[in-house]
């Protein structure tokens, strides 16, 4: 049985490598991803990664992309716009708050946003991956509003507890988290154990 696709978006809000990790994790489970990157998700990945298009992209990510369908942002006829396209869900990793405004208030102005947008109305699993601090109060309320109509926010606030020897470390643990909220059995880092 084939398996659902999971929608991935990258937008502008600086954390870019746990976007290009996650990435990588389903692209080399071979998890079918439908990916799409906003104008200012490309600005951050070349700014945090120096990665300037989706050849050092697939590079960047192992190179196995047999699974991953690009889409682009500006396309919003394409596939991920439509209800009746079924997919396993959507991450959007790293989330900008400019993306959560437009998501919890439902201005979808772009293929990233409206894939949003129908995931919330068909009750499919929205997951937000914001990395902003401080948060603001308007940051807070759009977080609200996004959550009461069905998102997960998942701040990219790694934990501690696993004893992290490297930046790769604290990536991989949001990463983990984000998996496991897509129901997906990869396991990246050491999990809690009560001593």
Request: charged share 25%; glycine share 8%; proline share 5%.
């Amino acid at each position: 049985m084939d398996r659902l696709p999971v929608v991935l978006a990258i937008t502008g809000a600086s954390g870019a490598p746990y976007g290009v990790r996650l990435l990588e994790v389903l692209a080399l489970h071979r998890v079918p991803t439908w990916l799409m990157i906003s104008s200012h998700g490309w600005r951050l990945l070349t700014e945090e990664c120096g990665i300037t298009d989706d050849r050092e992209l697939r590079k960047a990510t192992g190179g196995e992309w047999t699974s991953v369908r690009v889409f682009d942002d500006k396309d919003r006829g394409a596939e991920p716009a439509s209800g009746s396209a079924r997919t396993a869900g959507m991450v959007i990793c790293p989330c900008s708050m400019g993306t959560i405004a437009a998501i919890a208030h439902g201005t979808s102005r772009s293929l990233v946003e409206r894939a949003a947008d129908v995931t919330l109305k068909e009750r499919r699993k929205l997951i937000l991956v914001p990395r902003e601090t401080p948060l603001s109060l308007l940051h807070l309320r759009n977080l609200t509003l996004a959550t009461e109509a069905g998102a997960i926010v998942l701040p990219a606030a790694p934990g501690f507890y696993h004893k992290p020897q490297k930046v790769s470390d604290l990536v991989d643990f949001v990463v983990q988290r984000v998996v496991d909220h897509l129901g997906v059995e990869i396991s990246l880092v050491q999990r809690w154990e009560a001593k």
